[in-house]
């Protein structure tokens, strides 16, 4: 009989080992396994004292409607290569998540290459995500500066300014206080704010690292603009650095979903990566939608069929907005949209733009009218440029 895997909090010992199984399970050292110790919930699988399995788990929220709801957000995860294909992973996400809804999460959010994977628990992708890249010189014909000025650092206002742009969107981080300091010292950024001192419209921040033969290669990390202006402006200050660098890099999900850099092009020559996207999964489904924000203007009551957690069954729900509020409560009446878990997140994140993408996405409705009364989540689009 195999002996007993227990799941626990990791100590100081049991840290370390999960420190030294990530390195080896990654081919490469994970250094937010020690950056964000102090504001991590760590749990790791133990085997006879020997740490087999860990992962970080960060309670922190995201906006969805313009409200910061308490969100789960996985990261490092990491099973012995030996110890694969037994379920060990299955059961280190559910308890991963299990001390998280404990501490209020409602939803939870990862980025993985494993979609396939973790979709079969729950989890769904709103959007595809792309990663850009341009010539320099490209960029430089396309964008000139206005003369907005340009200081060097973060300011508490820049930060201000990138909390009220991120309310703006379905996704993104609400950033705690810790946060700024800790991408800045993981990725080494270079920041840049744009405006007035005091009241700035822009935050542009990249990193640089020498090319194997010639130059730099600049990476663009965050990129928050409040208007057109300040966008060909922080496209043009990344053009004069095209002496260093001959091509510039958008990290994935690094540029909003609006089309400003493409509009502007005289050529284009600009290339787009898919890459693997932000996947989420809603772990409590009424608090979800009760702590949410809603347009002011919808008025509705929608019966729904939604697929249970343990995806045997279908619970029916009555869904109502208005006055810029919602509940969900069960209910015995059949529902006109049927749901299942993996549409549920879509929908929840404003990913269905349109009542034929649902449709397309297989959501089944028995009207067309019906449909449409439910997109109203998609008063923000979903984008989320922040990586954990």
């Given amino acids: 009989m195999p002996d007993a895997i227990g799941i626990v909090q990791a100590d100081d010992e049991l840290w370390q080992q999960y420190d030294a199984l990530a390195t080896r399970s990654y081919g490469h050292p994970v250094g937010d396994i020690s950056r964000l110790r102090p504001h991590a919930d760590i749990r790791v699988a133990v085997r006879n004292g020997r740490v087999i399995a860990g992962g970080l788990g960060l309670l922190v929220p995201q906006f969805f409607g313009g409200v910061p709801v308490p969100s789960a957000l996985l990261s490092a995860g990491c099973v012995a290569p030996e110890e694969r294909g037994a379920r060990l992973s299955v059961d280190m996400l559910a308890a991963r998540l299990r001390h998280l809804r404990e501490q209020g999460a409602v939803i939870s959010t990862l980025w993985t290459t494993s979609g396939g994977y973790v979709r079969r628990l729950g989890w769904e992708a709103p959007v ?47 950033r705690p206080a810790w946060w700024p300091a800790w ?26 690292k020498r090319s194997e033969r010639h130059g730099m290669q600049l990476t663009v990390h965050d990129f928050w603009a409040a208007d057109a202006n300040t966008v060909g402006e922080m496209m043009a200050f990344l053009a004069i650095h095209h002496t ?59 019966p729904l069929d939604i697929e249970s957690e343990n995806g045997e069954t279908w619970d029916q729900y009555l869904l109502e907005v208005k006055g810029g509020a919602a509940q969900i409560t069960k209910t015995h009446t059949a529902g006109e949209v049927r749901l299942a878990r993996r549409q549920l997140a879509v929908w929840y994140a404003g990913g269905y733009r349109t009542a034929t993408a649902a449709r397309l996405a297989g959501v089944d409705a028995r009207s067309e009218e019906v449909l449409n009364r439910l997109m109203c989540t998609t008063a923000h689009e979903p984008w989320l440029p922040d990586h954990f």
């Fill in 244 to 302: 260093r660098a001959a091509v510039i890099h958008f990290r994935r999900s690094a540029l909003p979903p609006y089309p400003a850099l493409l509009h502007n092009l005289h050529r284009y020559r600009l290339t787009a990566e898919a890459w693997h996207p932000w996947m989420l999964r809603i772990l409590d489904l009424q608090e979800a939608v009760r702590l949410r924000g809603w347009p002011d203007h919808v008025d509705i009551a929608i």
């Fill in 183 to 208: 991408i800045d010292d993981k990725q080494q950024l270079i920041t840049y704010r744009f405006g007035p001192g005091q009241a700035p419209t822009g935050l542009l921040s990249f990193a640089m």
């Fill in 128 to 174: 595809p995500v792309f990663a850009w890249s341009i010539a320099t010189d490209d960029l430089k014909r396309a964008f000139t500066r206005s003369g907005l000025p340009v200081e060097h650092g973060r300011t508490t206002e820049a930060d201000k300014l990138q909390r009220r742009l991120a309310q703006q969107w379905n996704g993104p981080v609400k």
